[in-house]
Every structure is written in structure tokens, then in C-alpha cells.
């Protein structure tokens, strides 16, 4: 898609910000997490610059507003695709513009850059390939969205370009449009059956499982739109193997109460669990990558692997 003259997008873009105003994270809940990430920072020194690289993407993720346009689905086609397990954005195009995408992709990669070392070449050669055309950024948005998450590494990888900073930074400049679009979804969701382990919204896999309430029932955090549903406890959402025997969890011995990663010995994949009273905000999603880091490692020395 060619950019149309700026003026145009100007009033575009406030034409898109008046229709939908932001319905997501508030400054107040953006300071919170980055003051976690400080805390957490603080009391685990070898969390340091992983804490403060995530405050720095946090804050440039929502420096600016991402403006998001009114999606089209019926509430009829809506249940079909929600009966037949189709995640109700497989197929759509995405509802914001690919400019305003590709300049908070941009931004990101300038945080990334003055933030961390590790990362100042790899994010100087992603901004020169979206730069000169070389990463198309809205196909591979369209592909990630579509369920072909799992080609797009090796796709980069041929490429010669950095895949994993490509995704992470990928994934974080859409979610300020993506939980939008899961707001306006959720009256299409609202009284329907979803049996599966991956987003009904965007398809993507569970980032953690939330364990509200006393009751501690499960419900899963998309790490693309930060949608949530909820699933049963004594099931894999990977395999969707329901035998308890084959079930377990991994944990560091004190903390169980509060987070651990249920694990299962089918697929040998694993999820992370996080007891909250209410709904992690996308910004607190965030922090709980970086404080539950500990629980990827012991899990993955373990054997188990992402999805
Ligand atoms: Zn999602
Ligand atoms: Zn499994």
C-alpha cells in the first residue's frame, strides 16, 4: 500500500482518533508498570537490563496514540468462526493504517538502540531494511495474524535479518492497535463457546494463564492482543491433553502460591501461571514477561519448550 499525501493522513488519522478514543492503558497504569520493572530491577540485579529495555519499549509504545477504525463482522459470521475454532481476525485486514504501524515499529527500534548495546546493530539493520523496503512490515503483520507465526522466523532468518528482535518488536508496535481491535471484538465473543488453547481474536498463542480469585479460575493472556479467555484447569491448552497424570507444574519452592508454569508431558510444552485478583492491563502483561523470565529457564532446563 502506497502512503497518500501527508496532509490527507493528518486528517485521517484525526478522524480515526475521534471515532476510537483510546479504551486502553492510561498514563497512571504505564507508570505503575514501569515502576514495577524499577522494583523488580532493583531487587533482582540480573533482571537490570532486560527490566529497563521492556520500560523503555513500554514507554514508546504508548508515547503516541495508535488510532484504530471501526472493524466490519457481523455478529452472525462472527459465531460461525468462533464455532469452527477460526480466530475472528484470520483473513481480516487490519483495521489501522500500515504507516502508523511502521513508525512506532521505527520508534522501537531507536529505543531498542539507545537502550541496550546488545541490541545497536541489529536494530540499526531493521530500521534500514523497513527504511528501504526491504521488511515489509504490514505482509508480515497480515502473515503473523493469519497463523503463520511459526514460517515467519525462518523467512527472516533467510533473509538475513535479525528474526527474534524483528518479532518482539513486531509484536509490541502492533499491540497499542491490537487490544483495540480485541475491545471492539468482545461484544462478538460475549456468550460464545471458545474450546481452544490459542487466541480467538488473533490466533496467537497464550503469553501466561491468569489464575483469578480465590477460586483461582484459569484464564488465558494473548501476548499479541492481550485478549482473555477462559479454559479449565486440568488441561493442556497446547495438546489439549486432559490426563492428569501427565500434567505437572515447575515452580520455584515459596513462590507457587503466587506463579509457576504448568507443564505437560505430551507435547512437552509449558505455560506460565500468575495468580491475579483482576485482569493483568497490557502494560502489567509486560512486567510479568520480564518477573517470570526465571520460570522460562527452570522450564525450559526441564526439558519443555514454547509452543
Ligand atoms: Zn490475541
Ligand atoms: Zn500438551
Given at each position: 500500500m502506497k502512503d497518500k499525501p501527508e496532509e490527507k493522513d493528518d486528517a485521517v488519522a484525526k478522524t480515526f482518533a475521534r471515532i476510537f478514543k483510546r479504551q486502553t492503558a492510561d498514563s497512571a497504569t504505564i507508570a505503575g508498570a514501569v515502576d514495577k520493572l524499577a522494583k523488580l530491577s532493583a531487587t533482582y540485579p540480573d533482571l537490570q537490563a532486560a527490566a529497563a529495555l521492556q520500560a523503555a519499549l513500554l514507554r514508546t509504545m504508548y508515547a503516541a496514540p495508535a488510532p484504530v477504525q471501526s472493524l466490519d463482522i457481523s455478529a452472525e459470521t462472527a459465531a460461525i468462526r468462533l464455532i469452527a475454532g477460526t480466530p475472528l481476525l484470520h483473513g481480516v485486514a487490519l483495521p489501522f493504517r500500515e504507516q502508523d504501524l511502521r513508525a512506532l515499529f521505527l520508534r522501537l527500534c531507536a529505543s531498542a538502540r539507545n537502550q541496550s548495546e546488545n541490541h545497536t546493530s541489529t536494530a540499526a539493520v531493521l530500521e534500514q531494511a523497513v527504511q528501504r523496503g526491504r521488511l515489509d512490515l504490514w505482509a508480515l503483520s497480515h502473515r503473523l495474524i493469519g497463523g503463520e507465526g511459526s514460517t515467519l522466523a525462518t523467512d527472516l532468518d533467510t533473509q538475513d535479518l535479525p528474526a527474534a528482535l524483528t518479532m518482539t518488536l513486531l509484536r509490541l508496535a502492533l499491540l497499542p492497535f491490537l487490544e483495540q481491535v480485541a475491545?471492539?471484538?468482545?461484544?462478538?465473543?460475549?456468550?460464545?463457546s471458545w474450546q481452544?488453547?490459542?487466541?480467538?481474536?488473533?490466533g496467537a498463542w497464550p503469553i501466561l494463564a491468569e489464575q483469578r480469585g480465590l477460586e483461582q479460575f484459569r484464564y488465558l493472556r494473548c501476548g499479541l492482543c492481550t485478549d482473555s479467555w477462559e479454559v479449565d484447569r486440568i488441561w493442556c491448552v497446547f495438546c489439549h491433553n486432559r490426563d492428569h497424570l501427565q500434567l505437572g507444574y515447575v515452580q520455584v519452592e515459596g513462590e507457587e502460591q503466587k506463579q509457576r508454569a504448568?507443564?505437560?508431558?505430551?507435547?512437552?510444552?509449558?505455560?506460565?501461571l500468575r495468580s491475579t485478583l483482576t485482569p493483568l492491563s497490557a502494560p502489567e502483561l509486560l512486567v510479568e514477561e520480564v518477573a517470570l523470565a526465571h520460570l522460562d529457564l527452570i522450564a525450559l532446563d526441564k526439558g519443555y519448550a514454547p509452543p
Amino acid at each position: 500500500m502506497k502512503d497518500k499525501p501527508e496532509e490527507k493522513d493528518d486528517a485521517v488519522a484525526k478522524t480515526f482518533a475521534r471515532i476510537f478514543k483510546r479504551q486502553t492503558a492510561d498514563s497512571a497504569t504505564i507508570a505503575g508498570a514501569v515502576d514495577k520493572l524499577a522494583k523488580l530491577s532493583a531487587t533482582y540485579p540480573d533482571l537490570q537490563a532486560a527490566a529497563a529495555l521492556q520500560a523503555a519499549l513500554l514507554r514508546t509504545m504508548y508515547a503516541a496514540p495508535a488510532p484504530v477504525q471501526s472493524l466490519d463482522i457481523s455478529a452472525e459470521t462472527a459465531a460461525i468462526r468462533l464455532i469452527a475454532g477460526t480466530p475472528l481476525l484470520h483473513g481480516v485486514a487490519l483495521p489501522f493504517r500500515e504507516q502508523d504501524l511502521r513508525a512506532l515499529f521505527l520508534r522501537l527500534c531507536a529505543s531498542a538502540r539507545n537502550q541496550s548495546e546488545n541490541h545497536t546493530s541489529t536494530a540499526a539493520v531493521l530500521e534500514q531494511a523497513v527504511q528501504r523496503g526491504r521488511l515489509d512490515l504490514w505482509a508480515l503483520s497480515h502473515r503473523l495474524i493469519g497463523g503463520e507465526g511459526s514460517t515467519l522466523a525462518t523467512d527472516l532468518d533467510t533473509q538475513d535479518l535479525p528474526a527474534a528482535l524483528t518479532m518482539t518488536l513486531l509484536r509490541l508496535a502492533l499491540l497499542p492497535f491490537l487490544e483495540q481491535v480485541a475491545v471492539q471484538l468482545a461484544p462478538l465473543r460475549a456468550g460464545q463457546s471458545w474450546q481452544q488453547g490459542y487466541c480467538p481474536s488473533c490466533g496467537a498463542w497464550p503469553i501466561l494463564a491468569e489464575q483469578r480469585g480465590l477460586e483461582q479460575f484459569r484464564y488465558l493472556r494473548c501476548g499479541l492482543c492481550t485478549d482473555s479467555w477462559e479454559v479449565d484447569r486440568i488441561w493442556c491448552v497446547f495438546c489439549h491433553n486432559r490426563d492428569h497424570l501427565q500434567l505437572g507444574y515447575v515452580q520455584v519452592e515459596g513462590e507457587e502460591q503466587k506463579q509457576r508454569a504448568a507443564t505437560c508431558d505430551v507435547c512437552h510444552s509449558y505455560l506460565k501461571l500468575r495468580s491475579t485478583l483482576t485482569p493483568l492491563s497490557a502494560p502489567e502483561l509486560l512486567v510479568e514477561e520480564v518477573a517470570l523470565a526465571h520460570l522460562d529457564l527452570i522450564a525450559l532446563d526441564k526439558g519443555y519448550a514454547p509452543p
